[in-house]
């Protein structure tokens, strides 16, 4: 039972535009929601969240939305880079359970 | 300071054969965590420790499985008889606080084990 899913394996942009990597759950338990970024050879770092309670959360360049009558979230990555080319995964926390329950993962490919 | 680190970082062994992947924690980090990252898969999760117990063991794919966390510090993760199908990239992290509240959790850079 996939808690969260990531059905893009693979997104390819140009240097400059935006990117959007897309995450749908099951699970109306979830109270926080988060994006991590994986560079080959190394851990997920963290990149953002979001709060159940707030449906955008903004940082720099990073924009996390969330729908919750849709159990959808986005992140929105503007302008793109090639440095932000990595493995982005979706993750879910129900602070009942403290389990991070993560999506297959995106590949990001930012073109120059 | 010093992350999560983790030992080996690749681990090659054959089948049947029993595996000790260690992790360190952020120095003071009460909160400790298991996942593992299969092949084209997500993370999943396995274990999780607060302090030196292990309050749930439910991702814990088979009784093949175990871990430990001593002095609220160095955790580690054993596989009894590996398999094939248990070669993927291990991943620890830890976090400053408990589960109870959300808090951000640090990664590892993983140890990957390959079962012949």
């Known amino acids: 039972d996939q808690q969260v899913k990531q059905n893009s394996p693979s997104l390819s942009v140009q240097e400059g535009r935006i990117s959007i990597l897309n995450c749908d759950y099951t699970?109306?338990?979830?109270?926080?929601f988060l994006w991590y970024k994986k560079y080959p050879a190394e851990g997920p770092t963290f990149l953002i969240s979001i709060s159940s309670i707030k449906d955008k959360n903004e940082d720099g360049r990073f924009t996390v939305f969330l729908n919750k009558s849709a159990k959808h979230l986005s992140l929105h990555i503007v302008p793109s880079q090639p440095g932000d080319s990595a493995v982005y995964f979706c993750a879910a926390i129900s602070s009942n359970t403290g389990k991070l329950i993560f999506g297959q993962g995106t590949t990001l490919q930012v073109k120059p | 300071g010093a992350g999560v680190s983790q030992s080996p970082s690749n681990k090659v062994t054959e089948k049947g054969k029993d595996v000790e992947l260690r992790c360190d924690p952020i120095?003071?980090?009460?909160?400790l965590y298991w996942y593992r990252q299969s092949l084209g898969q997500g993370l999943e999760f396995l274990i999780y420790f607060q302090g030196n117990s292990a309050p749930d063991k439910s991702g814990l794919p088979s009784d093949r499985f175990s871990a430990e966390r001593t002095g609220g510090s160095v955790s580690t993760l054993t596989i009894q008889r590996t398999q094939q199908e248990d070669s993927a990239v291990y991943l620890c992290?830890?976090?400053?606080?408990?589960?109870?509240?959300?808090?951000?959790?640090?990664f590892g850079p993983g140890t990957r084990l390959t079962v012949l």
């Open positions: 120095s003071g980090h009460t909160a």
């Open positions: 992290a830890s976090s400053l606080l408990g589960v109870t509240t959300y808090n951000e959790q640090f």
């Open positions: 699970n109306s338990m979830f109270d926080y």
